[in-house]
């Protein structure tokens, strides 16, 4: 969660669990402890901003990368194609994906984090008519698929580098 936006952290972006009850009692224990507050239309919470910020302390080094990677990679699954039918659902993921897009560079999947910040680049930012945001972060997906394939491969000829 400390790697999502600080507001409105909808249930169905939390990582999954074992089982139910394995969730349940993560959530009640964030709860007890006041590190996470219930919203009051009881689908989501709210983080406050020095827990948010102490536990991305906390997960300094090798826990960081892994709990990115593995947040970055569920955003990928479940980040909706944004059409009218499903306006709430992405409008409502969108401070998420951005938040997430900002500590990309943790990841270790770097075929997810391509994904995430294609998804922030065309759905999001060229959504809302921020060209030049969006230009940006194509930049980036731009060297992260250079990475990962190298220049001479044949999908980075097609995209002109």
Same mark, same amino acid.
């Given at each position: 969660?400390?790697?999502?936006?600080? =507001?409105?952290?909808?249930?169905?972006? $939390?990582?999954?669990?074992?089982?139910?009850?394995? !969730?349940?009692?993560?959530?009640?224990?964030?709860? %007890?402890? %006041?590190?996470?507050?219930?919203?009051?239309?009881?689908?989501?919470?709210?983080?406050?901003?020095?827990?948010?910020?102490?536990? !991305?302390?906390?997960? =300094?080094?090798?826990?960081?990368?892994?709990?990115?990677?593995?947040?970055?990679?569920? $955003?990928?699954?479940?980040?909706?194609?944004?059409?009218?039918?499903?306006?709430?659902?992405?409008? !409502?993921?969108?401070?998420?994906?951005?938040?997430?897009?900002?500590?990309?560079?943790?990841?270790?999947?770097?075929?997810?984090?391509?994904?995430?910040?294609? =998804?922030?680049?065309?759905?999001?930012?060229?959504?809302?008519?921020?060209?030049? =945001?969006?230009?940006?972060?194509?930049?980036?997906?731009?060297?992260?698929?250079?990475?990962?394939?190298?220049?001479?491969?044949?999908?980075?000829?097609?995209?002109?580098?």
């Amino acid at each position: 969660m400390c790697f999502l936006a600080e =507001k409105d952290i909808p249930e169905s972006l $939390l990582p999954f669990a074992e089982d139910e009850i394995e !969730r349940d009692e993560a959530i009640a224990a964030l709860q %007890a402890y %006041a590190f996470i507050t219930k919203r009051e239309d009881d689908t989501a919470f709210d983080i406050h901003r020095l827990v948010r910020l102490a536990m !991305r302390n906390h997960l =300094k080094g090798e826990d960081t990368t892994e709990s990115v990677t593995m947040m970055v990679q569920h $955003l990928c699954e479940i980040y909706p194609f944004p059409e009218y039918e499903n306006r709430d659902i992405w409008m !409502r993921y969108m401070p998420h994906l951005l938040t997430a897009a900002e500590v990309h560079e943790e990841s270790a999947d770097k075929y997810a984090t391509g994904m995430l910040l294609a =998804k922030v680049a065309s759905l999001t930012y060229a959504i809302t008519a921020k060209y030049k =945001k969006a230009e940006e972060v194509y930049r980036q997906v731009l060297e992260l698929c250079e990475e990962m394939l190298g220049r001479q491969h044949p999908l980075m000829f097609r995209y002109g580098v």
